[in-house]
C-alpha cells in the first residue's frame, strides 16, 4: 500500500521560506511522477512542481524561480523548497504520485496516490 506522508509546514511571515518534505513508502512501481499541489481555501487544487525518476522537472508558470523541487531517491523523499513566501501561498500542501511517470507544468498526467497534505499559512 502506497503512503506518502507531508511534513514541514507551518506559519512564516511574508518573505520568508519554508522545506516541504513527502515520505513515500510502499511504492513498487518502475516509474513515477511526484509532485507538489496545492489547494487554497475556495479554490480548486492546482499543481506547482513535478519530478520524475529521471530527475527532469517541471513547473507551473505562477512557482518558477521560487519554489523548487527535489528528491532523495536513497531514503525516498520528496522535497520542496519555497522562497520569498507570500500570504496568496497560503493553502494546504499535498504530495501526490503517479506511476506513469508524465509530467507537464507541475502536474503529473495522472495521480493515483495523494497524502493527506501539511498547511502552509502566510502572514503579512
Known amino acids: 500500500q502506497v503512503q506518502l506522508v507531508e511534513s514541514g509546514g507551518g506559519s512564516v511571515q511574508t518573505g520568508g521560506s519554508l522545506r516541504l518534505s513527502c515520505a513515500a513508502s510502499?511504492?513498487?512501481?518502475?516509474?513515477?511522477?511526484m509532485a507538489w499541489y496545492r489547494q487554497a481555501p475556495g479554490k480548486e487544487r492546482e499543481g506547482m512542481a513535478a519530478?520524475?525518476?529521471?530527475?527532469?522537472?517541471s513547473y507551473a508558470t505562477f512557482v518558477k524561480g521560487r519554489f523548487a523541487i527535489s528528491q532523495d531517491n536513497a531514503k525516498n523523499i520528496l522535497y520542496r523548497q519555497m522562497n520569498s513566501l507570500k500570504p496568496e501561498d497560503t493553502a494546504m500542501y499535498y504530495c501526490a504520485a503517479d506511476p506513469s511517470g508524465f509530467h507537464s507544468g507541475g502536474y503529473c498526467y495522472s495521480v493515483l496516490f495523494w497524502g493527506k497534505g501539511t498547511l502552509v499559512t502566510i502572514s503579512s
Open positions: 519530478i520524475d525518476a529521471r530527475g527532469n522537472t
Open positions: 510502499g511504492y513498487t512501481y518502475s516509474s513515477y511522477c
